[in-house]
Structures are given as C-alpha cells and as structure tokens.
C-alpha cells in the first residue's frame, strides 16, 4: 500500500523496496554475464585442449617424419657408398675386357704388333684440335684399341691371305669386319660409344663404303678421325718408304676413302711426328707467307677444299689465293711451311 505523506512524496518504506527491487534486477543480469563468461571460458578451454592436441599430433607426424628422413639419408649415404662400389667394379671389368681384347687382337690378328696403339695416338692428336672432352677422347682412344675386334670372327687362314687372293666370302667378312665388332662391342656396357664409332670404319667420303653408304659430313667426325688414323698407319705396311711418299698416299685417299680436313691433320701429324732432319718443317701464319716458300704439307680450308698439295711452291698469286679464301673459309690458323 502506498503511502503519501502531506506533500504527495514517496515514504521511506516504498524508496528501500524500489532499491531492492533494482538490486535484484542489477544482481541477475550480473548472473548473466557471469554466466555467459564462464561459458566462453569452457567454449576457450575446449578449443585450447583441441589446439593442444592437434599440436601434439603434429609435434609427433614431425618427430616420425624427422625419423624417416634420418633414415632416408642413412640408406641414400649406403646407396651412393654401394654406387661408387658399382661403378669402381664396372670400371675395373671394362678396363679388363679392353685389355682381354687388345691381347687377343695383338696376338691373333695384328700382322704388325702395336698397330692398334699407334691408331690411338693418331686418332687422339686429331681428336684434341677438335676440343674433344675427356671422355670422348677416351672413347675414341678404347675404339682405336678394338677397331680390328671384328677381324676375330675372320678365319684363320684368311688373315694371311692377300685381298686379292680372299673368297667372296671371306671378302665380305673382311669388308663387314667393323660391323660384326660393333655388335660385339655393344653387347658389353661400356663400350656403346666405341662401337658406334667402329660401326662406320669402312665409310668411305665419297659414299661407296659400308655399311651404310655415308657420305662426307653424315659420317660422323669421330668415325671419320678413326678411319684416317688407321689408313695412316697401315700405307706404313704398303711399301711407303718415304715421308714425301706417305704425304702423296695421303692425298691420294682424300676425297675418296677420307676426309679431306681428317687428310689435313694427318699431313701436320706426319710431319710433326715423323720429320727429320732431312724433311723439317716450320710453321708461320697465313699473314708470314712469301713467295719461294714450299708447302711442307698439303693445304685444306676449315670446310675441306683442297688448296695446293705438298710440296707447292707457292707464288704471289698463290698466296693471294690463300688469304682470299682465309677471309670466307678460313685456312688452319699454321701453315708448315718446309724449312
């Protein structure tokens, strides 16, 4: 009940129980909020222990995926340590198979001993004015060494006959020869560079060889160095006498059975190699030419074209020549000259 004192004013009574009443109301929506809060902290709470977890997860996929790349690098570490080993072994057996090859060429096939030595410095001194790598020049040096490997399936009594002399059979043994070496060869890892290089030794420059008829710049280089290196040693076993003979043989064949740049570096090697004192060269540039002077050796642009052969005494209108063709297709950069 409400009570009104004289001036129409709220009693004491009534002012404490509206107090109370916004205390209450005050007091409950602090519940509220409390409440509220603490379901926010358990919401947190919950969230923070999934966190916690998953990081643990993590924490662990890293450690097992830390334990297997350690392990992955231990066996990577056995596997190279096992690959070096492989490939000591593989070099060691190709090493031997050379040698068990070369032996039985010497013993069995080469009329003169040594020829398949003489081949390789032959065709690795031609090889290097190329820029052969290293490897390329050892495999050029290992073809060089088994080049005559197909001569084994030769039959005996058909080694010593003259090619005159051979039958049809025989003959075409003979002519096959680096062919049937190149399928051995590539039966044996390793050795697939060198017998690409044995297949096409009987390519010839004018197209007429075998097996394959090539011609010119379609036999490739290394195939072509190979050939000129054992042409080279063998006119020495066909009555050539002579260094001035040697360099007449040889280009006799260019052209025809050789390249004619291949000829060029075979002429440089022979008089670089076998000169003496009764044939000496000297070597100046095409700009240190003079008339009177004699060619020690024939003389090829970088493209092939034959020049002047051996021996040319060379003019002034020779030598304008020279250097003409030097300005479009380059001369070798030493011309050897006889001293």
Not at 133 to 156: N, Q, S, T, W
Not at 193 to 221: F, Q, V
Request: glycine letters at 8%; proline letters at 2%.
């Amino acid at each position: 009940m409400t009570i009104l004192n004289e001036s129409g004013k709220i009693t004491q009574g009534e002012s404490n129980e509206t107090m109370d009443k916004d205390l209450r109301s005050l007091l409950k929506v602090r519940e509220q909020t409390l409440e509220k809060a603490f379901l926010y902290l358990d919401k947190f709470k919950q969230e923070l222990q999934s966190v916690k977890q998953e990081l643990t997860q993590e924490k662990n996929s890293l450690n097992n995926a830390l334990k297997q790349i350690h392990h992955m690098t231990r066996e990577r570490s056995q596997m190279k340590k096992s690959l070096r080993l492989m490939r000591e072994a593989l070099g060691q057996n190709i090493t031997g198979f050379e040698r068990l090859l070369s032996t039985l060429i010497r013993t069995r096939i080469e009329a003169n001993r040594g020829h398949g030595d003489r081949v390789a410095h032959i065709a690795g001194f031609i090889a290097k004015q190329f820029d052969f790598d290293e490897k390329k020049l050892e495999d050029i040096r290992k073809a060089a060494m088994l080049h005559e490997v197909g001569l084994l399936f030769m039959p005996g009594s058909a080694l010593e006959k003259q090619e005159k002399d051979l039958t049809a059979y025989e003959n075409n043994i003979w002519i096959q020869y680096p062919v049937k070496g190149a399928d051995l060869l590539n039966e044996c890892q390793g050795f697939e560079n060198c017998a690409r290089m044995i297949r096409s030794l009987n390519e010839n420059s004018d197209g007429t060889g075998y097996p394959d008829g090539l011609k010119k710049r379609h036999i490739p280089l290394a195939c072509r160095i190979l050939a000129g290196a054992d042409a080279f040693d063998r006119l020495k076993d066909t009555g050539v006498n002579s260094l001035e003979e040697l360099l007449a043989a040889l280009e006799n064949l260019s052209g025809s059975r050789l390249d004619p740049v291949i000829v060029g570096w075979l002429e440089k090697y022979a008089v670089l190699h076998m000169g003496s004192d009764a044939y000496r060269v000297r070597g100046v540039g095409v700009e240190q030419l003079e008339p009177g002077m004699r060619l020690g050796t024939a003389l090829f642009t970088t493209t092939g074209t034959k020049l002047f052969s051996v021996d040319t005494e060379l003019t002034q209108e020779s030598i304008d020549k020279i250097i003409q063709y030097h300005r479009e297709y380059p001369v070798d950069e030493t011309v050897y000259i006889k001293a």
